[in-house]
């Protein structure tokens, strides 16, 4: 069965805190990893990761692809209060047709 | 405007009633999605569409149906509401590009 995990559930930093989040998935037909941040209601897209694309940066954010551990971490430097979200991950496969498997996903709270 | 929109956006209902929740979308995506999230675990897959002719079931569709009515809309029905159907559920569309974009969800209580 295929199933993407992620950790910690949740987490509390203070301002100014660098904080990694994980990933980790078993999925037959790997496609694509998305990682998404859902402060209110609609998650909004950060990054897609895939084979050709390990890496990808934006500010203070940062993601890489661990193919051969088959995870997956999202990198926050100098973590503001607006950080506080959950942040999402999602697997894309095509096992029997395409889908995508999301995680539970990252409570994150910062701190002022 | 939003691109991705969902109607309504919060709804009461009791058991047994039928419910349909509307999406529409100004992207110009042809693959739209269904999903329900819970809390604790997740967004979770319950129909998804590639085009206006073709339908699939998620790893959730029972006691769900949907309907592609045009490359922009795609609509969820209950048919007989029952109360663990009480979620928040979102619409989501993907082009070529795998990236999602998600409607801002519809809050459903059923009673």
């Known amino acids: 069965e295929d199933k993407v995990v992620q950790s910690p559930l949740s987490l509390v930093v203070h301002e100014g805190d660098t904080v990694t989040l994980n990933c980790s998935y078993e999925?037959?037909?790997?496609?694509?990893l998305l990682w998404y941040k859902q402060e209110k209601k609609a998650p909004t897209f950060l990054f897609m990761l895939t084979s050709s694309g390990i890496e990808k940066k934006s500010g203070r954010l940062s993601s890489i692809l661990d193919k051969k551990e088959l995870s997956s971490i999202l990198n926050i430097t100098a973590t503001q209060t607006g950080d506080s979200a959950i942040y999402l991950c999602a697997v894309g496969t095509t096992s029997g047709t395409y889908k995508y498997i999301f995680g539970t996903g990252t409570r994150l709270k910062v701190l002022a | 405007d939003a691109d991705v929109t969902q109607t309504p956006r919060n709804r009461i209902t009791k058991t047994g009633k039928r419910i349909m929740l509307e999406c529409s979308q100004t992207k110009g995506h042809d693959r739209m999605y269904w999903y329900r999230q819970d809390p604790g675990l997740g967004l979770r897959l319950i129909y998804y569409s590639f085009d206006v002719k073709d339908i699939n079931k998620g790893e959730i569709s029972d006691g769900y149906s949907v309907s592609r009515q045009a490359q922009a809309k795609f609509s969820l029905s209950l048919e007989s509401a029952i109360p663990n159907q009480t979620a928040l559920y979102f619409c989501?569309?993907?082009?070529?590009?795998?990236?999602?974009?998600f409607g801002p969800g519809t809050r459903l209580l059923v009673l």
């Open positions: 989501a569309t993907s082009g070529v590009v795998e990236t999602q974009y």
């Open positions: 999925v037959t037909n790997f496609r694509s």
